[in-house]
């Protein structure tokens, strides 16, 4: 049974009349009559009486009427509904999100809106661990986060931007009259750093056991901003991609050197899937924004 076969159908029903459904279908005659009594076989019976030249519809064409026009209304809007997703006038779009890129996604998406309105987004966030398995799931169109360090086959990754790894503290700290920080002069400091399961702390581990240095760790917390919180009393460190705190004042951050530190931000989805139009198009803005002038570094 074809789609076409029930339009058919549902025209001859209408008009009553083969060579008038013919002609508004813009089909000939024999093919319209043709294609009725294929369905009518695959039926198993008739739909229509013929009398002479005219038509009427049998109890079972009478019967069956509702069903094709319900296919058929079903299937027109589903088009419909796939050229309005084309046309980004519905569709959602699930974004995964690690806390060091809040306001880069803050940022972006509130352009993404402005221009597609219609379009439902779903935000997530959580620790890079947790949004890879939420990828892996297909739970997320994609994910904001650092570089993983080590890479999946099955992911696909696309670079955005560089940011700095910086040494954070409140105003009244002795950073206040600080350029740059050697790696090893932040050995002894006290510090407030993200929990483990978070790139960044991952990053920070990874960097000081390679310099054989000690973290002075006081507090670990899965908060950004109680993190910073805790900075602004003045007892405590932390240290964090510079992206991180663009949008936080009352703080002092200081770039870390020997070695510089420095965090790649990605988009991370999954490999050889159908790229939907709303995530191609946020891409397109999430890419303008971290190559406008200094956005994220």
Known sequence: MELRQLKYFLRAKELLN?????????????????????LEIELSTPLFERIGKRIKLTEAGELFHDYALKSVTSANNGF?????????????LKIGVTFA?????????KQFLALYPKILVHIVYGT????????DNFELDFILSFEEFEKNNSHQYQPLFDSPMVLIGSPESDLKNVKKIRVKDIENLPLALPAKGFSTRKYIDDVFKNKN?????SIEVNDIPMLLD????????????????QDYDSIIAVPII???????GMIISVKDIYEKRAVSEFYKIIDQYTNSPSPVS
Not at 18 to 38: D, N, P, R, V
Not at 80 to 92: F, K, S, W
Not at 213 to 217: G, R, S
């Open 18 to 38: 083969f060579t008038a459904a013919a002609s508004e279908l813009h089909i000939s005659q024999s093919t319209l009559s043709q294609q009725i009594k294929q």
């Open 80 to 92: 419909q509904m796939l050229r309005d997703l084309n046309n980004m006038e519905t569709g959602e």
């Open 101 to 109: 890129l809040r306001q880069v996604i803050a940022t972006t998406v």
């Open 128 to 135: 890079s661990e947790e949004l890879l398995q939420k990828l």
């Open 213 to 217: 240095l000690n973290l002075n760790i």
């Open 230 to 245: 805790l900075v602004k009393t003045g007892k405590y460190y932390t240290i964090l991609a510079k992206t991180t705190i």
């Open 258 to 264: 020997q070695p510089p530190l420095m965090r790649k």
